[in-house]
C-alpha cells in the first residue's frame, strides 16, 4: 500500500512497477524524515521550559 505521505512525483515512480518494497522503504524514509523537525522542536520547547519554570 502506498502511503499518503508521498508527493506526487514519489506517487507516480512507484506507481509506475516499482516492487513493494520499495514502496515501503520509500514510505519509511518519508515518515523518518518528517519526524525529525518535529522532535527537534519537541526537545527545545522541552529545554526552555525546563530552564525558565523549574522550581528553584
Not at 514519489?10 to 518528517?34: F, P, R, T
Amino acid at each position: 500500500m502506498i502511503s499518503y505521505f508521498q508527493c506526487s512525483m514519489c506517487k507516480a515512480v512507484l506507481e509506475s512497477g516499482a516492487d513493494q518494497q520499495v514502496a515501503e522503504s520509500l514510505n519509511d524514509g518519508i515518515v523518518y524524515l518528517m519526524a525529525i523537525p518535529y522532535i527537534l522542536v519537541a526537545l527545545i520547547g522541552f529545554l526552555i521550559y525546563y530552564k525558565f519554570f523549574r522550581k528553584a
